[in-house]
DNA sequence: GACCAGGCACATC
DNA sequence: GATGTGCATGGT
C-alpha cells in the first residue's frame, strides 16, 4: 500500500486527524446539502439547511411539497439560490419518479446504475452524485473536488487539467476500496485546502505534504 | 471593494 | 472539443 496517494493519506491524518464527515444528520440531508454547497462555502449552506429545517421542510415528501420561489427564499444564504431550487427539485423528481422517495430503496441499486443515473439529473455532475453516493448512500466511490485537483496538480501528481474520472480512478485504483477510508481522504483534502498555505501560492513551507514534492 | 467558496449547464466559436 | 459565462450569498 505504499503508493504515492497511500502516503498522502497518511501524512494527511497523521496532521489533522479524524474530519467526522459529512456534517448532516440524515442521508436526505447529505443529498440536500450535497447540491446546496455547489460553488459555495459550507458556513452558508449551513444557514440554508437551517432555515429549511425551522421551515419543517427537510425531508423528501415536505420538500416536493414547497414550492419553488418558497424553496429559494429559504436557501437563498447558499447562494445561486434560484438555480439550487430549480436543481433540488429536479433531484426530487427524480427521487420520486425512480424510487418512491424512498432513499433506502436508493441504497438497495447497484452503484454505478445509481451514478449514472444522478448524472442524468440536469444540476447533478460528478462531484455532487459522487458526495451523495459516498456520504448518504454509503457506496464505495471517490470524490474529486476543486481542492482535490489543486493539491494534487501543485503537488505534480497530476497535470493542471486532468480530467474527473482520471483522477477519481488514481485514488480508486490506489486505495483499498472502503468508504471509511474514501470518506475520511476527501474531507482531509477539502481541510488541507481551506488552508491559507496553499490558496494563492504554488508552495508552502508548512504544508503537511511538502516532503513528497 | 475585491476576492473566494466542498459546481454545473449552456452558449459560442 | 475547448473556452467563456451566468448563477449570488456571506466571510475575509
Same mark, same amino acid.
Given at each position: 500500500m505504499a503508493n504515492p496517494i497511500s502516503l498522502i493519506y497518511e501524512e494527511l491524518y497523521r496532521h489533522f486527524g479524524a474530519q467526522h464527515w459529512w456534517p448532516a444528520k440524515t442521508r436526505f440531508e447529505v443529498m440536500v446539502g450535497a447540491i446546496l454547497t455547489q460553488n459555495t462555502n459550507w458556513s452558508n449552506v449551513e444557514r440554508a439547511i437551517n432555515n429549511l429545517k425551522k421551515?419543517?421542510?427537510?425531508?423528501?415528501? @415536505?420538500?416536493?411539497?414547497?414550492?419553488?420561489? /418558497?424553496?429559494?427564499?429559504?436557501? /437563498?444564504?447558499?447562494?445561486?439560490?434560484?438555480? /439550487?431550487? /430549480?436543481?433540488?427539485?429536479?433531484?426530487? @423528481?427524480?427521487?420520486?419518479? $425512480?424510487?418512491?422517495?424512498?432513499?433506502?430503496?436508493?441504497?438497495?441499486?447497484?452503484?454505478?446504475?445509481?451514478?449514472?443515473?444522478?448524472? $442524468?439529473?440536469?444540476?447533478?455532475?460528478?462531484?455532487?452524485?459522487? $458526495?451523495?453516493?459516498?456520504?448518504?448512500?454509503? @457506496?464505495?466511490?471517490?470524490?474529486?473536488? $476543486?481542492?482535490? @485537483?489543486?493539491?494534487?496538480?501543485?503537488?505534480?501528481?497530476?497535470?493542471?487539467?486532468?480530467?474527473?474520472?482520471?483522477?477519481?480512478?488514481?485514488?480508486?485504483q490506489s486505495l483499498k476500496k472502503d468508504i471509511k477510508i474514501f470518506n475520511e481522504f476527501h474531507a482531509l483534502l477539502v481541510r488541507l485546502g481551506k488552508d491559507a498555505c496553499l490558496k494563492n501560492k504554488p508552495r508552502c513551507d508548512i504544508c503537511p505534504l511538502r516532503k513528497m514534492r
Open positions: 421551515n419543517k421542510s427537510l425531508g423528501p415528501h @415536505k420538500l416536493r411539497r414547497l414550492p419553488r420561489q /418558497k424553496l429559494a427564499r429559504l436557501i /437563498k444564504s447558499a447562494g445561486y439560490y434560484n438555480i /439550487k431550487a /430549480k436543481r433540488l427539485k429536479e433531484f426530487l @423528481k427524480f427521487l420520486f419518479e $425512480s424510487y418512491q422517495g424512498n432513499i433506502k430503496k436508493m441504497c438497495l441499486a447497484d452503484t454505478q446504475e445509481l451514478r449514472r443515473q444522478l448524472l $442524468s439529473v440536469n444540476g447533478i455532475g460528478p462531484e455532487t452524485a459522487d $458526495s451523495m453516493l459516498l456520504y448518504a448512500l454509503d @457506496k464505495p466511490v471517490f470524490v474529486v473536488d $476543486s481542492y482535490t @485537483k489543486r493539491i494534487l496538480s501543485r503537488h505534480r501528481f497530476i497535470r493542471d487539467d486532468e480530467d474527473y474520472e482520471t483522477i477519481q480512478n488514481l485514488f480508486m
